[in-house]
């Protein structure tokens, strides 16, 4: 069983068009997150909900529009998409309410490349 | 602001010696450390984390770390490498006060294993 899912895993698209990336953690974990990792490795946060709420907001284009239908998904919609945009986005889980304070699990990541 | 800085981007070691990634963190409050592995096309895999308590910290795959307050360090070791290491190494750090909420990963350390 594949514990943070993320489709699709390829995703090739021109410029200025729309698209979404979806998660899905099957762990019953009550946070979820966005990071992005560019061309150079580096991984940096994007977004993070707890029970469908958002908590942290990075300093992120406002093309970029997360959503959290209930606590076991996030997705990802990126509107009017740039080159810079292409880059690997991984989602992840983690529990943090009750003292549990897990560490983050990652998904396999989407690979988005901006033709 | 916390930080985290890895000493050499790539690492070459020989089958069967000592693996040493090093790990420099900037944090104004006590930290949670952590070093993530990535294999190619994968998700990130947490190999050893640490909290509080023991400051030497053991690991998934025979990898272990060290807390180094004074020296803010927390460098990644393994006494012999195998074939199968080979991947990109992240260390991260999260601040106490917030729990696990938001990683903040150093730039990678890419390790290759020779026969």
């Known amino acids: 069983d594949t514990a943070v899912s993320q489709t699709p895993k390829y995703l090739v698209t021109q410029m200025g068009n729309d698209k979404s990336i979806k998660c899905e953690q099957n762990?019953?974990?009550?946070?979820m997150y966005w990071y992005k990792q560019d061309s150079k490795k580096f991984l940096k946060i994007m977004f993070s909900?707890?029970?469908?709420?958002?908590?942290i907001n990075e300093t992120v284009p406002n093309r970029f529009s997360p959503k959290s239908p209930d606590k076991a998904h996030l997705n990802l919609h990126i509107n009017s998409l740039e080159l810079g945009d292409s880059a690997v986005y991984f989602c992840a889980s983690s529990e943090i309410s009750g003292g549990k304070n897990t560490e983050a699990f990652f998904g396999q990541g989407t690979r988005l490349t901006v033709v | 602001a916390q930080s985290v800085t890895q000493l050499g981007s790539h690492v070459s070691v020989s089958e069967g010696a000592l693996v040493l990634l090093r790990c420099n963190y900037s944090s104004s409050v006590p930290p949670y450390l952590f070093w993530y592995v990535q294999y190619p096309n994968q998700g990130l895999q947490l190999l050893l984390k640490?909290?509080?308590?023991?400051?030497l910290v053991k690991g998934i795959n025979g990898f272990e770390a060290e807390f180094k307050k004074s020296e803010t360090s927390f460098h990644l070791t393994k006494p012999s490498a195998h074939m199968s290491d080979a991947a990109e190494y992240f260390c991260a750090v999260s601040e106490m006060n917030t729990g696990f909420q938001k990683l903040v990963f150093g730039t990678g350390t890419r390790l290759l294993v020779s026969p």
């Open positions: 909900y707890n029970n469908k709420e958002l908590i």
């Open positions: 640490y909290t509080t308590g023991a400051t």
């Open positions: 762990l019953g974990h009550d946070t």
